[in-house]
């Protein structure tokens, strides 16, 4: 039961197979989130369910490019292919670290954590992730936020 490779409709209820294809990571302006990646850089997303329990998806950073970016779900990597370095920054802790992530490593995000990847190569940097949930289901609610929803929460220390 197989999806057809060229038909990856989201959200999606039903069971999915898909194999990485790096010409399906769109680069142009249908990317997605253009202004956190830059040119030839993206995401092709691949499962997200519309419970919005997760979702999944592949991403490119071209050589010489990088994001820098803040999670506030959990998520996880997993490297297909290429080198990156990345600073990572636990706002909770405060504990940082520099790590080198390369073909067949794993990286776990937990909420609370802000990254900066930079692709220092000259060939392109490819993961597999899913986000749990998706960050789109907390998204509401933390846009409409103000400073005094903020001090709320950090008063009833649920944070």
């Known amino acids: 039961m197989a999806q057809d490779k060229a038909d990856l409709t989201i959200p999606s209820e039903k069971f999915i197979h898909y194999s990485f294809r790096e010409e399906d990571i769109v680069g142009g302006d249908g990317r997605l989130l253009p202004k956190l990646f830059g040119t030839g850089s993206g995401m092709r997303r691949f499962a997200t369910p519309q419970d919005q329990a997760l ?17 506030w779900y ?3 990597w997993y490297v297909i292919g290429g080198n990156a370095t990345m600073d990572v920054r636990d706002k909770r802790s405060g504990e940082k670290q520099t790590v080198k992530l390369t073909a067949k490593d794993a990286v776990y995000y937990p909420e609370g954590v802000r990254i900066h ?3 220092e190569t000259d060939e392109d940097f490819y993961f597999l992730y899913c986000a749990v949930p998706a960050s789109r289901r907390d998204a509401p609610w933390l846009a409409a936020m103000d400073e005094e929803d903020l001090n709320d929460v ?5 944070y």
């Open 55 to 71: 979702r999944a998806g592949f991403t490119r950073v071209r050589p010489g490019q990088g994001f820098k970016t803040y999670f």
């Open 74 to 76: 959990k998520e996880i």
């Open 154 to 158: 950090r008063v009833r220390q649920e």
């Open 117 to 119: 990847l930079r692709n």
